[in-house]
């Protein structure tokens, strides 16, 4: 699966096949009847088999790339969270000089299997968001952290808390504070995944600027926009843009 905007893609079955779509507003995913009818009888029965009964307007980004031939200027959650983390990594070495992300942290393969369809409900949503904070709070280099942090060997900081307080020293604590609290929040929901509690994930989604009684698929959207957004943040408060 490619996107190409904020809502649009193409789906690659196989090498040979490819097929355009957009999400709507209710999170249904969109194709053109034409497109589907010139696809081969095994992938039409797949479709057949997923179909459903329209639910709202067709997605509006892919009525203006296949009707009007003019492609939106938006950018997915999921490209944008992949463009700032490798900002977010490029600014720091510039800055320190070394690397924050673990070498052996294979991004990329990650990425692959990143995109909001993984979310159906909420123990979905959960897994999802677990698998956000492997590639982006796992991938931290602790090591590297301490190295830069003054005083932190008497006390036993978590990477976050370590990026928290070097984010501190080119601002203030309460700017690093509220500029990293998304990235907690992540890891909240990343634990209650594991072992969830009303009261923990409240807290999680407040975090990360996911509303909690909203539809999974807009909560997926939201959660990616938010780790993206405070990836970008940190980049530009470690670069003191």
Known sequence: MVWHTRVTGTLFPNREI?????????GSISTYAYDVASLPS?????FVGFNIAPSGPPCSEL???QMECRPANT????????????????????SFGRPLLHSGNDHHRLFASLHRFKANDSASFLA?????????VDGLDKKVLRERVEGEKKENLGSLKLLERLVATKSDAQIAASTLSPLFGLYDLRL???????????????????????PVHIQSVQLFDSISKCLADIADQISGE
């Open 18 to 26: 490819n097929i355009h779509f957009g999400v709507n507003e209710q």
């Open 42 to 46: 095994w992938l039409q029965r797949v």
């Open 63 to 65: 009525l203006s790339a």
């Open 75 to 94: 950018i997915a959650p999921e490209i944008s969270l992949q463009h700032n983390l490798s900002t977010f990594e490029t600014r720091f070495s510039e």
């Open 128 to 136: 999802l968001a677990k698998d956000i904070a492997r590639v982006v």
């Open 192 to 214: 209650a995944d594991a072992h969830p509690t009303s009261k923990d994930l409240q807290s999680a989604y407040s975090r990360v600027a996911v509303e909690s009684d909203a």
